[in-house]
């Protein structure tokens, strides 16, 4: 079944405590990218991947960073997490950059 | 500035009273218009992409339109697990990402 696997999908963590949020895609899709989705704000791009070792930068990328070293993984890193990156999280693929997105189930996150 | 407005935020609809929810877009060179489902707690799940001004595509009580402007989605006879939020897209100039609209969150009772 082609499918966006995101963990975890829940948690809840400290200002300051590093976390990584895993994205793994089976679809073989060279473009890979990360949103979030605050209430009244819509979905807005974090980070996407044009291809493995190729990243930039979205919308709102302050307190994020990316990696891709393999195709089919998108990891999203917070550093140094604080309370304004609370907020539901989408990892999404796609066979090409700007196509028709699948996405992940979503990752809550609650940074206390 | 690549954009996206849909309306109305919400749209409360007794089963089989059909309705129409409006995106419109401002985007140089549309290179694809999206329309997406979200059910709470889920990720976006994809309805149909549009490309040029007339085309329509149906999916079940969902069909879809363009123009220049906007798009509509249109929902003939709803029905209670037609119950979503709605959500529009456009293709960023650059080509790197969906630009998202706020969405439109459809109840449908029974």
């Known amino acids: 079944e082609a499918q966006v696997t995101q963990n975890p999908r829940y948690l809840i963590t400290v200002t300051g405590k590093k976390l990584t949020v895993t994205c793994s895609q089976n679809?073989?899709?060279?473009?890979m990218s990360w949103y979030r989705q605050d209430p009244g704000l819509g979905l807005r791009q974090i980070y996407y991947s044009m291809n493995v070792e190729v990243t930039d930068k979205g919308d709102v990328p302050e307190g994020y960073k990316v990696s891709r070293k393999e195709k089919r993984n998108f990891p999203l890193i917070l550093e140094s997490p604080s309370p304004n990156q609370t907020s539901l999280y989408f990892c999404?693929?796609?066979?090409?950059?700007?196509?028709?997105?699948?996405f992940g189930e979503g990752s809550r996150l609650t940074v206390l | 500035e690549d954009q996206v407005t849909q309306s109305p935020e919400a749209l409360r609809l007794q089963e089989g009273e059909s309705s129409s929810l409006n995106c419109s877009y401002t985007v140089s060179g549309l290179r694809g218009l999206f329309w997406y489902r979200q059910d709470p707690g889920k990720g976006p799940e994809f309805l149909f992409t549009?490309?040029?001004a007339g085309e329509e595509k149906e999916k079940e009580r969902l069909k879809a339109t363009l123009t220049k402007k906007e798009s509509f989605l249109h929902i003939t006879a709803p029905k209670p697990e037609d119950s979503a939020t709605y959500l529009c897209?456009?293709?960023?100039?650059?080509?790197?990402?969906?630009?998202f609209g706020k969405g439109t969150t459809l109840s449908v009772s029974s």
């Open positions: 897209a456009v293709r960023n100039q650059a080509g790197t990402a969906l630009i």
């Open positions: 549009l490309y040029s």
């Open positions: 999404a693929s796609s066979s090409v950059a700007g196509g028709e997105l699948f």
């Open positions: 679809m073989n899709h060279e473009y």
